[in-house]
């Protein structure tokens, strides 16, 4: 499983992966969902997948496989890759069929076999300094955007951390709260579900920047995160034994219904 | 969808559900999921309910109508039901093979239409006075019985609400404070699902009773309801902006990965 999320405010977009993956529980493992294409100078694209890893590298690969053929061999007219695309529109509509061819070789290499294929990614960044803008690219390559109205977008083990989000954070939000609010949304996920878990990488571009202000990744022994984890965990208790008890003792029994 | 949950703590039992079910979005109907089985004096037996409706509904029914017919036309030897079985693992291994055998016959009725026949039930009670006790009862009829060291079970929708579960309610919590934090997992939950939704119906019952304390249905005008939920909601927001911003700007750029 996975957990990965984007939040795109007014103040810029950050990115978030955890890092587990597992074919089983007996088979865990760490790898980088979270990954900054090498799409040259002036421009930001960030990739963070979920779903069958096979795919996903796949997918990953044709995009970057593309780039450096595109170069060693030029066409006439030169073939769009994500170091040319002109816009982001442009370079989602890539991603998409990256992804939709890696996913139809997969399947046709796995036949009948009950493997899952399924896969999504998130992709964003800016070309040029223009505005971040973020997308979800579903298996079969169509994708949304998002919007202001729902300023995330997330892939993978989504439920346990989409109440907080969906309570929190809004477009005005500052880039600093956004990745704080998604951080609170990855403890949820991790306390609920073992299959996700650290080390979370965090990429975060502010508006206006051609190139990420910050690539992180969080570990184990990271202070902020484990204070995080505990001042959220005291807060729940405190929130809750703040509000008054329900009063339907008072109304009683309303008899049996059958 | 649906969700219930059941929460069993020192103090004696909780079971909760909310009441929309729906066949596409298109079509949402208010269906009472949350039953109290008459059983008879001096017993409690209480059943919530997730998934096709049809079954759910066949296996209750065949529960109630084998306590009609045992009752109307008694065996030799008596035939066991819910208002005779001695101990509540008995009555939860009634319910088992009653929604086995409902589902196996809508599984029959339906045949190669792909229709969804999946059910689960919430089984709790106590019998005598004895302490209540709970169980998850599967489609095939197998179930689990709810510990000490997870004091809840769920159905349905059960991740949005799962975090604040985890994090607050344990074998000691008071059957009050359980209440309280089961509705709380309501609201996060009908926040980020619309397929959940009020009203909610409880059943309280306190060990050591024969009897629910408290039946009872939460509505849309309930200001308890709406007071928890407004203030679950700031309490979220205060929680958030008290825990100090992410230190990793700092740390800096880490370099491009491609």
Redesign the interface.
Known sequence: MTYCVGVLVDDGLAMLADTRTNAGLDNVSSY?KL????VGPGRTMVVASAGSLSVTQAALTRL?DAMLLAEAEPADPPTETLRTAPTMFRAATLVGQALHAARAAVDEAVGGDKVSTGASLLFGGCIAGRRPRLFLVYSSGNFIECQPDTPYLQIGEH??G???L???VTWETTL??A???A??SFT?TM??NLAVGLPID?M?LRAGAS????????TDDDA?YR??TE???A???????????????E????????
């Open positions: 980088r990954r900054i294409m090498d970057s439920k346990y989409k109440p907080i969906d309570r929190v600093e709260e990745v704080k609010v951080l609170i949820s306390r609920s965090l975060q190139e990420p202000e910050l690539v992180h990744r969080i902020y204070e995080l001042r959220w965990s807060a729940m208790r405190v929130a809750t034994s703040a509000i008054p008890p329900p009063p339907y003792g109304a009683g029994r309303q008899g049996v219904l059958v």
